[in-house]
């Protein structure tokens, strides 16, 4: 199984601030299937980013994926205060599908 | 739009079983996978399992093996994950969400929570 490790556990950011979590892989992940999901609190997650770094429909662009292999960014360019959440990593190459522990993101 | 729609909150003794169903609708069923996961209070997420809604394949996560049963009903568009030999730490909210082919988890139902306890 691919264990997927994110950092930081806990971000702490003021709004315009530029976030950048980090999501590594115990092996690669084949084809780069490695996608990016936002829960807010109380509701189910939201896809935001798939293939590692295509965005979802309706997405803004201020949310972007990067790397390959087992070394996977996601940033949040400029940090607004509806992005308060828990950001989660998951890879979809190799059954079974995992994801990160995840990362909080705390607006100051 | 596309809509996954669950089935309300249960409340379960150590033993029983429990049955989760996720109706969809906005997009033809048979096209897509629906995969379940799992959500402990305040824990991460935990990917249980995916069936095809075309031909009823299934892939379950090794830990659940033998417990977890995924079926679906393509007459009305609707999923069901069955859970037997329930356990205090299946206590969780579980999520039924769509799945593309080759692609990840792209619309989430709004969660069921399961409750096991004497």
């Known amino acids: 199984e691919i264990v997927l490790t994110q950092s930081p556990g806990t971000l702490s950011l003021f709004p315009g601030e530029r976030a950048t979590l980090s999501c590594r892989a115990s092996q690669s992940i084949r084809i780069n299937y490695l996608s990016w999901y936002q829960q807010k609190p109380g509701q189910a997650p939201r896809l935001l980013i798939f293939?590692?770094?295509s965005r979802a429909t309706g997405i803004p662009d201020r949310f972007s994926g990067s790397g390959s292999g087992t070394d996977f960014t996601l940033t949040i360019s400029r940090l607004e205060p509806e992005d308060l959440a828990v950001y989660y990593c998951?890879?979809?190459?190799?059954?079974?599908?995992?994801f990160g522990q995840g990362t909080k993101v705390e607006i100051k | 739009q596309v809509q996954l729609v669950q089935s309300g909150a249960e409340v379960k003794k150590p033993g029983a079983s429990v049955k989760v169903s996720c109706k969809a609708s906005?997009?033809?069923?048979?096209?897509?996978?629906i995969s379940w996961v799992r959500q402990a209070p305040g824990q991460g997420l935990e990917w249980m399992g995916w069936?095809?809604?075309?031909?009823?394949?299934?892939n379950y996560a090794q830990n659940l093996q033998g417990r977890v049963t995924m079926t679906t009903d393509t007459s009305t568009s609707t999923a069901y994950m069955e859970l037997r030999s329930l356990r205090s730490d299946d206590t969780a909210v579980y999520f039924c969400?769509?799945?593309?082919?080759?692609?990840?988890?792209?619309?989430w139902g709004q969660g069921t929570l399961v409750t096991v306890s004497s």
């Open positions: 969400a769509r799945v593309p082919s080759y692609n990840p988890l792209d619309n």
């Open positions: 906005g997009y033809t069923f048979t096209s897509y996978g």
């Open positions: 293939g590692a770094s």
């Open positions: 998951q890879q979809y190459g190799s059954s079974p599908w995992t």
């Open positions: 069936i095809s809604a075309y031909n009823g394949d299934t």
